[in-house]
């Protein structure tokens, strides 16, 4: 008699997935060498950056937006994500002092700010970045004063600036957004 024909559907489906885990090429306990750090790149005006994947909750296309008269013309306005208003900050504007021009590259960076969510508009997202510590050991320190408070280091080649989510939603004239 043949084995497979006394086993229950549930016993040939376990039996499946133990032969299938120890053929598993890599585990998350693989996966996760330490001494990598990663991050999601993008780049606002001709600057790129790249903030820890903990630091970004979403990637969004660019939603209607409804504007909020009487505030810096940085914040553009907010947006319904999924039931919730959400402030959109023109991030080239806030930074730089430069408008953010949309394209169909154009994304926004939800992150969390105390109890809620800001969108970050940039001009475009492209990826998942990894830094090692060998990146980090070559990391030329920030030189533009208007991005030193938010960025540690520059790395890789092309310079990423390691930009600090948690340092801008907790300055005090990103939070200060009435005009």
Known sequence: MNQAI?????????????????????????????????????????????????????????????????????????????????PVIDLGRFLFGERTLHSERSRLLVVRQGAGNVALLVDEVFGQRTVDAEQRSSAEREDDP?????VEDRVGEPRL??????????APDFRQAAA
């Not at 790249?50 to 810096?72: M, R, W």
Request: aromatic share 8%.
């Open 6 to 86: 006394a086993l229950t559907p549930f016993e040939i489906l376990a039996r499946y997935e133990r032969l299938s885990l120890v053929h598993a090429s890599d585990t998350p306990e693989k996966l996760e060498a330490p001494g990598l750090w990663r991050g999601i790149g993008y780049r606002v005006g001709s600057r790129l950056f790249v903030s820890g994947i903990d630091e970004i909750s979403e990637l969004l296309a660019v939603p209607v937006l409804t504007s909020v008269p009487g505030t810096q013309s940085w914040l553009l306005g907010v947006a319904n994500v999924r039931g919730n208003l959400v």
């Open 146 to 150: 208007r991005l030193a408070r938010f």
């Open 161 to 170: 600036a390691i930009f600090s989510m948690g340092r801008l939603v907790r």
